[in-house]
């Protein structure tokens, strides 16, 4: 499915352009081609029903529900939000829009966040990597249901891996920190306590990245797991590294999830046409 025309309206005046940029400005409201504007989600036929002031993405007739993400091209992903009596598009990520963009409608994959910190779960170190992560996922589709920082004991990791895992039923978790080789470093076979399925080519994607950064990066002990129909990665504990290893794993992480919890087959999360 593709995009069939980008839309602007001022006054009575509708322009229409085959390229655009849509983002947030530095206030968090939604901008068309750097000007504040609402976008909205058009289908064919309702052209005109596009307020003043607001830009619109006419796409065709498709399987669309609220709360449900758009994606367009390689970096545009936004939630659809009911509004009056048209969808409105409120940006997650930015980028460019483009006629014949391909267009894919996405299920929300819900996110747990933690972090393994000593010092972090006292209050005593301000945790950047967990706030990082929390951005980084928005870009698939994501809504981070679960945050909390645990300290590096083995017992307080699995328990809320588990019970974010069997009651929360979170499709992917993030933990971060615990991995390297200090004595309390124990992330990992909190992990492997947990698990009832290994993911081994998470781990060695990440540890990649990272030796494209340091040599150091084969020290770290990064791992995924799989726990009913969640998927949990261990990441390193620091900003940087954890947004690394992260960007190196996103572009699979949705098809693993999809597959994990058997959506790839619900062709109605899929674009439909009428």
């Given at each position: 499915m593709?995009?069939?025309?980008?839309?602007?309206?001022?006054?009575s005046?509708v322009v229409?352009?085959?390229?655009?940029y849509?983002g947030?400005?530095?206030?968090?409201?939604?901008?068309f081609?750097?000007?504040?504007?609402?976008l909205?989600l058009?289908?064919?036929?309702r052209?005109?029903?596009?307020?003043?002031?607001g830009?619109?993405?006419?796409?065709p007739?498709m399987?669309?529900?609220p709360g449900?993400?758009?994606?367009?091209?390689?970096?545009?992903?936004?939630?659809?939000?009911?509004?009056?009596?048209l969808?409105?598009?409120?940006?997650e990520?930015?980028?460019?829009?483009?006629?014949?963009?391909?267009?894919?409608?996405l299920?929300?994959?819900?996110?747990?966040?933690?972090?393994?910190s000593d010092?972090g779960?006292?209050?005593?170190?301000e945790d950047?990597?967990?706030?990082?992560?929390?951005r980084?996922?928005?870009?698939l589709?994501?809504?981070v249901?679960a945050?909390d920082v645990?300290?590096?004991?083995?017992?307080e990791?699995?328990?809320?891996?588990?019970?974010?895992?069997?009651e929360?039923?979170?499709?992917l978790?993030?933990?971060?920190?615990?991995t390297?080789?200090?004595?309390?470093?124990v992330t990992p076979?909190?992990?492997s306590?947990?698990?009832?399925?290994?993911?081994?080519?998470i781990?060695?994607?990440?540890?990649s990245?990272?030796m494209?950064?340091?040599p150091?990066?084969?020290?770290?002990?990064l791992?995924?797991v799989?726990?009913?129909?969640?998927?949990?990665?261990?990441?390193p504990?620091?900003?940087?590294?954890?947004?690394?290893?992260?960007?190196?794993?996103?572009?699979a992480?949705?098809h693993?999830?999809?597959?994990?919890?058997?959506?790839?087959?619900?062709?109605?999360?899929r674009?439909?046409?009428?």
């Open positions: 593709r995009v069939l025309a980008i839309l602007e309206r001022t006054g005046k229409s352009h085959c390229l655009a849509a947030l400005n530095r206030t968090g409201e939604a901008s081609n750097g000007e504040r504007r609402t909205f058009l289908a064919p036929g052209l005109k029903e596009l307020p003043e002031g830009a619109g993405v006419v796409v007739r399987a669309l529900k449900n993400f758009l994606s367009i091209g390689e970096d545009f992903v936004a939630r659809i939000e009911e509004r009056d009596s969808p409105v598009l409120s940006v990520t930015g980028g460019f829009l483009a006629v014949s963009a391909m267009v894919e409608a299920r929300p994959i819900s996110v747990g966040i933690l972090t393994v010092k779960s006292r209050g005593e170190r950047r990597s967990g706030p990082a992560l929390a980084c996922v928005r870009a589709g994501a809504e249901k945050v645990v300290p590096d004991v083995t017992a990791i699995t328990d809320k891996l588990e019970n974010w895992s069997d929360l039923r979170l499709n978790v993030l933990t971060t920190g615990g390297g080789f200090a004595r309390r470093d076979e909190a992990l306590s947990v698990a009832e399925k290994h993911v081994p080519g781990g060695e994607a990440m540890r990245a990272s494209k950064v340091t150091r990066g084969m020290l770290s002990r791992c995924a799989i726990r009913g129909e969640t998927l949990i990665v261990a990441l504990g620091s900003e940087k590294a954890s947004t690394e290893c992260f960007a190196a794993i996103a572009p992480l949705r693993g999830i999809e597959i994990l919890c058997g959506w790839d087959s619900e062709c109605g999360e674009p439909v046409p009428h």
